[in-house]
């Protein structure tokens, strides 16, 4: 009967989508085979992503349980997670939980920041990461370039940015205030081309959504 079973949830899997009848029954077996598999596996990671970070607090239930900040987070971060198939942004959202914890932090900041986690990708918080400080990278420093722009470190560390959706994706972070130059096509001295460009709300941002390590190292 178990074989028997499994045969026809095989046979189910592999059906054509023109093949099952509308109605209702094509749209719920498409969301029941999604959540049977992408779904399921998302669930996954981020409940590992978040018990690695759980573990580490010195925190007890009780007191987690009874944040307001926390829970807040730990529901919207848990409903964002399970929208995206990129581990890195797991992990940023996993990070965000942890950081919610944090006294200075308020409702309204927290709600923002997670919005903007949301519509971010990886892409995004790379470009934020490099002008937060380029000089932490190896090889970037003012002896290195000279009368270059700001992309050009950016595009030496990060090589897999310099595509056609880069102007766009730089455009979003300006637009938000999150870096203080517009047109990265300036040609600048060596110092210049390695200076912070992050604006301070974006520095709050950055803390909010990474390990302290990563933010000191």
Same mark, same amino acid.
Request: glycine residues 4%; aromatic residues 8%; negative net charge.
């Given at each position: 009967?178990?074989?028997?079973?499994?045969?026809?949830?095989?046979?189910?899997?592999?059906?054509?989508?023109?093949?099952?009848p509308v109605?209702?029954?094509?749209?719920?077996?498409?969301?029941?085979?999604?959540?049977?598999?992408?779904? &399921?596996?998302?669930? #996954?990671?981020?409940? %590992?992503? !978040?018990?690695?970070?759980?573990?580490? *607090?010195? $925190?007890? @239930?009780? /007191?987690?349980g009874?944040?307001?900040?926390?829970?807040?987070?730990?529901?919207?971060?848990?409903?964002?997670?399970?929208?995206?198939?990129?581990?890195?942004?797991?992990?940023?959202?996993?990070?965000?939980?942890?950081?919610?914890?944090?006294?200075?932090?308020?409702?309204?900041?927290?709600?923002?920041?997670?919005?903007?986690?949301?519509?971010?990708?990886?892409?995004?918080?790379?470009?934020?990461?490099?002008?937060?400080?380029?000089?932490?990278f190896?090889?970037?420093?003012?002896? &290195?370039?000279m009368? #270059?722009?700001?992309? %050009?470190? !950016?595009?030496?560390?990060?090589?897999? *940015?310099? $595509?056609? @959706?880069? /102007?766009?994706?730089?455009?979003?972070?300006?637009?938000?205030?999150?870096?203080?130059?517009?047109n990265?096509?300036?040609?600048?001295?060596?110092?210049?081309?390695?200076?912070?460009?992050?604006?301070?709300?974006?520095?709050?941002?950055?803390?909010?959504?990474?390990?302290?390590?990563?933010?000191?190292?």
């Amino acid at each position: 009967i178990k074989e028997k079973a499994l045969d026809t949830l095989e046979i189910v899997g592999k059906t054509a989508l023109s093949a099952i009848p509308v109605g209702g029954a094509l749209a719920t077996s498409v969301y029941d085979t999604v959540k049977a598999n992408c779904l &399921s596996k998302r669930q #996954e990671k981020w409940r %590992t992503a !978040l018990e690695e970070r759980l573990v580490k *607090l010195e $925190n007890t @239930l009780e /007191e987690i349980g009874n944040d307001e900040l926390f829970t807040t987070a730990l529901v919207k971060a848990t409903e964002l997670a399970m929208r995206t198939a990129k581990e890195e942004k797991m992990a940023y959202l996993a990070n965000s939980v942890i950081n919610s914890l944090n006294p200075d932090l308020n409702e309204e900041k927290l709600i923002v920041f997670l919005d903007l986690l949301d519509r971010y990708t990886v892409s995004h918080i790379k470009i934020i990461y490099f002008f937060f400080n380029p000089k932490r990278f190896e090889g970037v420093d003012s002896n &290195s370039y000279m009368m #270059e722009s700001p992309s %050009t470190p !950016l595009f030496h560390v990060y090589p897999e *940015l310099n $595509n056609e @959706l880069f /102007e766009k994706i730089y455009a979003d972070l300006y637009n938000d205030g999150m870096v203080t130059l517009k047109n990265l096509n300036t040609s600048m001295t060596g110092s210049g081309t390695v200076t912070k460009r992050t604006t301070a709300i974006a520095d709050e941002f950055l803390k909010f959504i990474l390990k302290k390590d990563e933010i000191e190292g």
